[in-house]
């Protein structure tokens, strides 16, 4: 899906901390992964319910992230999660740090999601249920269509 | 420059703690953009010398990562640096974390950094002593022509 | 004043990130700090206003912390914040981490705080409009009589 | 034992990221804590080899510790750790942060360290065969002395 069509369903205050910001007095841009991090960990736990990761592992395979305007520890900012691709055995995450007041956008990110069997450290096909629950979630039947 | 020709001629051991590591046993996604930020940080220093960060401030505009392995606690890793690109407002480094030992290649990530002026908060044209330096750290003086 | 007859009228939901887990599926003894720390600034936000860090920083001299219960990601914790003492360069908080659903003590810590002239690296005498603001805060006129 | 009569047996270089510096330009307190757990989990490791965590966890109960001097990026720092007390539950270990080349003391922290059951979330005594191996790398038979 072009990112342009996106409709974000989730979204998620996050709460920075004095430690975030570096020298340059902006969040230092590792921790704007910590920050998609829980978002996608919250995104998950929605879609799958609370036992989600005793199963099975979610792993990051590949970034990436346009850093657009610094984020300055008094901002306000809400992060966006929607599903952007499902495959079989890894979906792709589209997220957005924005300003809720002003709407500055602030970062966009795209995370390459596997799943993971993290007892034989490899990567395992999506189950079918866990699709679904994503295609719901986004209220987009299409992303079950097979590429 | 094609990512497949770079010779990387600075290369960092990088430390893990005990709270890098997450629930997975992993070391956290998050982390690995510490330690290209500290080994960004390295090679800046080596390129301008320590009072580099007191006029300018070089900042990450993009990032885009694949993470191919993952790092355990126990892991010896090191993180290689190279300028790919050089531009008007902005250089690319491509970085890799590889285990020394075995040669077993764990993460590659670009990063698109811009000179900023962080008073004004805005980008700045990068000085062309700075260029020649970086050009002269790659042993690479096609680093320097115009695209 | 004794700990045991603080009444803490300044409390703070906090967030927990995944990347704040370690391996043992705690939030790591590090990460409480980060949070303390947080609420900390928000404290003295709340009583000097916005601009209290331009002119003089605040930083930490001395910790002193009892772990009680772990804290899990699936925890919620409130931070709450009250000033134990004030002197003249220094002031002590007290702050504690608990469940705010089944009043679960998780964390005590005792942080002095002094203030630091951040130019010229030292610390320095408190403003007395600032104690003044702290015991306004606490509710409590004693807190600026001299030892 | 009392802290002036320690002999620090071991000491390990300690690598400064960026991110570990806070506006200030101060490395944040946050950040210690995760410097003086790397330094234990050597510690441990050294003591107990590489399996010891599989077992047994062993987990912070409290820290008590005092900064006496910031931590700038550009710091060479080392951390020394000893063993100043075992108990039955519990050890307690004494970390100092110097810089190396100036022996400047940045910072001394205590922290009371329990053997902890990860399964039934409980504390459990401390083999005996443990504290022979810590008494033993402090070369301090007394430290095997009941209270």
Known sequence: ?????????????????????????????????????????????????????????????????????????QDEVVIQTAVQHIGNKSFTLYQRVINPKTQELKCVCQTVMVTYDLKNNKSIEIEHAFKVRLAELEQNPDLLKTD
Chains 1, 2, 3, 4 share one sequence.
């Open 1 to 73: 899906m072009d990112v342009e069509n996106i409709k974000f369903r989730h979204e998620m205050p996050v709460q920075l901390r004095f430690s975030d910001v570096d020298q340059f007095g902006h969040v230092n841009n590792s921790v704007y992964f910590s920050l998609f991090d829980m978002c996608k960990t919250k995104y998950i736990f929605d879609a799958l319910g609370q036992d989600s990761f005793h199963n099975i592992g979610v792993v990051v395979a590949h970034i990436n992230a346009d850093f657009i305007a610094p984020i300055f520890y």
